[in-house]
Structure formats: structure tokens, C-alpha cells
């Protein structure tokens, strides 16, 4: 059935990406244009993490519980959520870099006003606006850095893409505290913005769509329509949903169970969260690089999701410094090793013409399940006292990610052995 579905939607698999040798397919110039991404992506992160970096004092000076803290990841995700269908369809419709230009500058701006919030309505104002734009830049920005790669490396490139937000968190957690410390928490989040403003101008002027970009017949409506009818894109949403759940969570409200809990200094708190960036980026492409070389990319899901089961729950039961530190570090390796395989498998069976609309599908599960945990656990806080009962809740749903993905293997295996297809056997290998 989902070749059929697959073969409505107009889907050529595994489509060669045409470069031409004249110009566009020169590593130069891909390099040049997936760098220039990846800039501007490094300050998406900036108003998210520098909110769970700095929460304890943004708390305190906005005079906000645990559940409305929560609230600001809450309406951002829930803006992000909804717009991330209407983002993919238009960057598979009209281009991924106009797009995804737009939300560069909307982010980077808004980052800038939340610099100058003095009131917890103004931060919630703000924050429901960031997330519509935030929502312009992932699905359009992974189909400008995928793009520049041939479909055998489109894991690899997907973990590449999210080195960007990690990069960024990662100059944030070293020089954020010491800015506030001397200044203001307001003063990362006014001087940040103002250089990725900047970068978005300079990817406007000097930026070019990937050589792949525009080939074959524009999606519609009923191609969204028809998505919904797959059953591998309700597993892999369900996949999606634990994933950001079990990452956001633990992103957002790990500054404030080091602090609060676990009575570490802001300033040692941004040194393990910076750690915890450092160690997350090379696994983003050291996994999709693994999933791309066994032809296995379920294999890298399902080691990940066995690892976070265990050491979310150590989170929040150990007090001891150095191991505290080790489990932070191991979790943080594999929080988004599949990031890259995940993503990677809608589109290596639906093919390239959707990838917006189908990456932006897969985005709004992931979303939909960071907004609800991560409130969640700001409510169970409040409630109990402890992120205890929380990390545990997250712990489980690594759980029900290990039976999803036994479910996404046999689907996958299926419909690859039912195309039948030498192509596909030459791309993919055994699986």
C-alpha cells in the first residue's frame, strides 16, 4: 500500500541530485552555502537555550513559577508546531532559502526584543511569536544543507545541519553566564541577535538554493493530505514525538535541576550544559554517518533510545558531582545520534519532492511532543517539589520509542523488499 501511495504522490525514489559541473556542484560552493546556513541557524538556539540557561535569574526577575517558566518553551513549541507543515510546503513550493531567509530575520529580531522584556506577559508575547518564525527555518534549512548531497550521504548531511544550534548553545553556555554575570541576563540575548541579524543579510544577498531545488512537480495540497494516510509517517511521528520530548525536556529543564536541585553555580552549570552541546555535535553526524554506512538507520534509533532510557532516569537520582557529569555526558551523546536516521527515512522511501512537506510533517509530531513534556514536567515540579517523577515519565517514554521503531524496522524492511527495485538495492544495500 505505501508504494501505491507512494507512486500517487508522484515519487520517483532516490532521484540523482543534477549538479552542474560549471558552477553549482563545486565543493566551493556547496561548502560556501551550506556554511552560510549553518551561521545563521547557530542563533536559532540562542532564545531557547539562553531561556533554560538562564531561567533560575529570569525567573526570579520576571517573578514566575516552575509551570509558567514552562509556559515561554511552551508557546514557542506550540507556534513551531503549527507552522511547520504551511514551512515545509512552502519551501518545497517556492524555495527553501526565501524561506527560510524569512525566518532567520524573524528569530534573530524577536531574539533582540526579548532582550528588553521586563514583564512575564511581554516574555509569553514574544515567545508566541518566535516559534512561527523558528518554524521557517528547519525544514527549509535541512532542505538547504541536504540538497548539496548526493542521497547516500543524506544522514550524514541531516546530522551536519544540526550543528548549527548546537554551535551556537555552544559560545552561549561559555560566555552567557559571564555576561550576565557582569551585566544583565538581557545583555546575551541584545548582543547575539544583532550579529545574526546580520548573518541572515548575508545569506539574503550571497546564498543560492541547492542544485536539486525545483526539480519535478510542485506539491500540492492533497500530497500533505496523502502523508497522513501513511502508516510510516504515523510511526516515525511517534518516534519524533519521544525524541524532541525526551531532548527538549531534558535541555530545558536541566540548567534548573543543576542549580535548584543539585546546588550548582550558574557558571558550572554553563560549563556542563556547554559541555553537553560540545558532545552533541559530533554524535549528530557520527550518527547519521553510521545509519548511512550499515543501510541500517533503525539500528542507530533503537541504541539511542535504549541509552536515554537509562540515563535520564540517572539524572535525577544521583548527587554525586563526577558521576552526575558522566551520565550528563553519555546522554547528551546520544540524545541526537538519530536525528539524522530518523529523518532520513521518510524521505529515503518517499523520495526527494516532498522532502520539505514530509521532514515538516515528521517536525510537527516532534513538536507537539516537546511542547506537552516540557511542561509537563514544569507542572510536576511545582507540584512535587522534585523533577524526580518527570525524568522518570521521560524515561518510559524511551520505552515506547524502542516498541515504535520494532514496528518502523518491519515497515521499512517491507516496503523496500515489496519495490523490488534495483536501484534501490544499489543505494541501500541489504537493510
Same mark, same amino acid.
Given at each position: 500500500?505505501?508504494?501505491?501511495?507512494?507512486?500517487?504522490?508522484?515519487?520517483?525514489?532516490?532521484?540523482?541530485?543534477?549538479?552542474?559541473?560549471?558552477?553549482?556542484?563545486?565543493?566551493?560552493?556547496?561548502?560556501?552555502?551550506?556554511?552560510?546556513v549553518i551561521l545563521c541557524r547557530s542563533f536559532d538556539a540562542l532564545t531557547m537555550?539562553?531561556?533554560?540557561?538562564?531561567?533560575?535569574?529570569?525567573?526570579?526577575?520576571?517573578?514566575?513559577?516552575?509551570?509558567?517558566?514552562?509556559?515561554?518553551?511552551?508557546?514557542?513549541?506550540?507556534?513551531?508546531?503549527?507552522?511547520?507543515?504551511?514551512?515545509?510546503?512552502?519551501?518545497?513550493?517556492?524555495?527553501?532559502?526565501?524561506?527560510?531567509?524569512?525566518?532567520? &530575520?524573524?528569530?534573530?529580531?524577536?531574539?533582540?526584543?526579548?532582550?528588553?522584556?521586563?514583564?512575564?506577559?511581554?516574555?509569553?508575547?514574544?515567545?508566541?511569536?518566535?516559534?512561527?518564525?523558528?518554524?521557517?527555518?528547519?525544514?527549509?534549512?535541512?532542505?538547504?544543507?541536504?540538497?548539496?548531497?548526493?542521497?547516500?550521504?543524506?544522514?550524514?548531511?541531516?546530522?551536519?545541519?544540526?550543528?548549527?544550534?548546537?554551535?551556537?548553545?555552544?559560545?552561549?553556555?561559555?560566555?552567557?553566564? !559571564?555576561?550576565v554575570g557582569k551585566f544583565h541576563w538581557h545583555f546575551p540575548f541584545l548582543t547575539?541577535?544583532?550579529?545574526?541579524?546580520?548573518?541572515?543579510?548575508?545569506?539574503?544577498?550571497?546564498?543560492?538554493?541547492?542544485?536539486?531545488? *525545483?526539480?519535478?512537480?510542485?506539491?500540492?495540497?492533497?500530497?500533505? !493530505?496523502?502523508?497522513?494516510?501513511?502508516? !510510516?509517517?504515523?510511526?516515525?511521528?511517534?518516534?519524533?514525538?519521544?525524541?524532541?520530548?525526551?531532548?527538549?525536556?531534558?535541555?530545558?529543564?536541566?540548567?534548573?535541576?543543576?542549580?535548584?536541585?543539585?546546588?550548582?553555580? &550558574?557558571?558550572?552549570?554553563?560549563?556542563?550544559?556547554?559541555?553537553?552541546?560540545?558532545?552533541?555535535?559530533?554524535?549528530?553526524?557520527?550518527?547519521?554517518?553510521?545509519?548511512?554506512?550499515?543501510?541500517?538507520?533503525?539500528?542507530?534509533?533503537?541504541?539511542?533510545?535504549?541509552?536515554?532510557?537509562?540515563?535520564?532516569?540517572?539524572?535525577?537520582? !544521583?548527587?554525586?558531582?563526577?558521576?552526575?557529569?558522566?551520565?550528563?555526558?553519555?546522554?547528551?551523546?546520544?540524545v541526537q545520534m538519530y536525528f539524522g536516521p530518523l529523518f532520513a527515512v521518510p524521505?529515503?522511501?518517499?523520495?526527494?519532492?516532498?522532502?520539505?512537506?514530509?521532514?515538516?510533517?515528521?517536525?510537527?509530531?516532534?513538536?507537539?511532543?516537546?511542547?506537552?513534556?516540557?511542561?509537563?514536567?514544569?507542572?510536576?515540579?511545582?507540584?512535587?517539589?522534585?523533577?524526580?517523577?518527570?525524568?522518570?515519565?521521560?524515561?518510559?517514554?524511551?520505552?515506547?520509542?524502542?516498541?515504535?521503531?520494532?514496528?518502523?524496522?518491519?515497515?521499512?524492511?517491507?516496503?523496500?523488499?515489496?519495490?523490488?527495485?534495483?536501484?534501490?538495492?544499489?543505494?541501500? *544495500?541489504?537493510?
Amino acid at each position: 500500500m505505501l508504494t501505491a501511495f507512494s507512486e500517487e504522490l508522484g515519487i520517483h525514489r532516490f532521484t540523482p541530485m543534477i549538479h552542474n559541473p560549471q558552477d553549482v556542484s563545486s565543493a566551493r560552493h556547496r561548502m560556501a552555502n551550506v556554511s552560510l546556513v549553518i551561521l545563521c541557524r547557530s542563533f536559532d538556539a540562542l532564545t531557547m537555550g539562553g531561556i533554560a540557561l538562564f531561567m533560575p535569574v529570569i525567573r526570579k526577575d520576571l517573578h514566575m513559577t516552575f509551570a509558567q517558566g514552562g509556559t515561554l518553551s511552551a508557546v514557542t513549541t506550540l507556534g513551531y508546531a503549527l507552522m511547520q507543515i504551511p514551512a515545509g510546503y512552502l519551501a518545497d513550493r517556492f524555495g527553501a532559502k526565501r524561506v527560510f531567509v524569512i525566518g532567520a &530575520l524573524g528569530t534573530t529580531i524577536l531574539s533582540f526584543t526579548f532582550g528588553m522584556v521586563t514583564e512575564y506577559w511581554q516574555a509569553l508575547l514574544n515567545q508566541s511569536l518566535s516559534g512561527l518564525f523558528r518554524a521557517f527555518l528547519f525544514a527549509p534549512g535541512l532542505a538547504l544543507v541536504v540538497g548539496w548531497f548526493p542521497p547516500e550521504k543524506r544522514a550524514t548531511a541531516m546530522g551536519l545541519h544540526t550543528l548549527s544550534g548546537l554551535s551556537g548553545n555552544v559560545v552561549l553556555d561559555i560566555v552567557g553566564p !559571564l555576561l550576565v554575570g557582569k551585566f544583565h541576563w538581557h545583555f546575551p540575548f541584545l548582543t547575539f541577535s544583532s550579529i545574526g541579524i546580520v548573518a541572515a543579510l548575508v545569506l539574503l544577498r550571497f546564498g543560492h538554493e541547492p542544485p536539486a531545488s *525545483g526539480q519535478g512537480r510542485k506539491v500540492d495540497i492533497h500530497d500533505i !493530505l496523502q502523508l497522513f494516510r501513511l502508516q !510510516l509517517m504515523w510511526v516515525c511521528g511517534g518516534i519524533q514525538y519521544i525524541r524532541l520530548a525526551v531532548s527538549q525536556g531534558i535541555a530545558f529543564w536541566l540548567p534548573s535541576l543543576l542549580v535548584e536541585e543539585k546546588g550548582l553555580s &550558574l557558571q558550572v552549570t554553563g560549563l556542563i550544559i556547554a559541555l553537553r552541546a560540545v558532545l552533541i555535535s559530533p554524535s549528530n553526524v557520527l550518527g547519521g554517518y553510521a545509519s548511512d554506512r550499515l543501510k541500517n538507520p533503525t539500528l542507530v534509533i533503537s541504541l539511542s533510545l535504549m541509552i536515554l532510557m537509562i540515563t535520564t532516569a540517572l539524572l535525577a537520582v !544521583l548527587n554525586d558531582f563526577l558521576l552526575l557529569v558522566v551520565v550528563i555526558a553519555l546522554n547528551s551523546i546520544f540524545v541526537q545520534m538519530y536525528f539524522g536516521p530518523l529523518f532520513a527515512v521518510p524521505i529515503e522511501i518517499l523520495g526527494d519532492r516532498t522532502a520539505g512537506t514530509s521532514t515538516g510533517v515528521s517536525n510537527l509530531f516532534a513538536n507537539v511532543g516537546s511542547l506537552t513534556v516540557t511542561y509537563f514536567l514544569g507542572v510536576l515540579k511545582d507540584a512535587t517539589g522534585s523533577f524526580l517523577p518527570g525524568y522518570f515519565a521521560v524515561a518510559m517514554l524511551c520505552v515506547v520509542g524502542l516498541g515504535l521503531t520494532a514496528l518502523l524496522t518491519r515497515i521499512r524492511s517491507a516496503t523496500l523488499a515489496q519495490s523490488g527495485s534495483n536501484q534501490i538495492k544499489d543505494v541501500l *544495500g541489504p537493510s
